[in-house]
């Protein structure tokens, strides 16, 4: 599977200690070859987006053919809250 990055997980990456930015982009790596990986569908979002643990870090993505698209990069305690607002802003009229 191929991997595009949007640019806010671009940014997200930037932000990140080399470390945990290198352990990041090895999770999405093997995960795009292999499907391992501590993968959650995230539930109430269309088209289906996917979470990916790595540490106190949360990847959000969604799959479209052979592509996986990395949508953010967040530290849990930043992902929990935005998924929450998401799932809101869907639900309003």
Do not use: C
């Given at each position: 599977?191929?991997?595009?990055?949007?640019?806010?997980?671009?940014?997200?990456?930037?932000?990140?200690?080399?470390?945990?930015?290198?352990?990041?982009?090895?999770?999405?790596?093997?995960?795009?070859?292999?499907?391992?990986?501590?993968?959650?569908?995230?539930?109430?979002?269309?088209?289906?987006e996917?979470?990916?643990?790595?540490?106190?870090?949360?990847?959000?993505?969604?799959?479209?053919g052979?592509?996986?698209?990395?949508?953010?990069?967040?530290?849990?305690?930043?992902?929990?809250?935005?998924?929450a607002?998401?799932?809101?802003?869907?639900?309003?009229?």
């Amino acid at each position: 599977m191929e991997i595009a990055w949007t640019g806010a997980a671009l940014s997200d990456m930037a932000g990140l200690d080399k470390g945990i930015a290198r352990r990041v982009k090895q999770s999405v790596e093997r995960f795009a070859e292999t499907g391992v990986g501590d993968v959650k569908r995230l539930q109430g979002i269309d088209p289906p987006e996917f979470r990916l643990r790595v540490g106190d870090y949360r990847v959000r993505f969604h799959k479209d053919g052979e592509t996986v698209t990395v949508l953010r990069v967040r530290n849990r305690r930043e992902s929990d809250p935005e998924v929450a607002d998401h799932l809101r802003m869907r639900e309003s009229p």
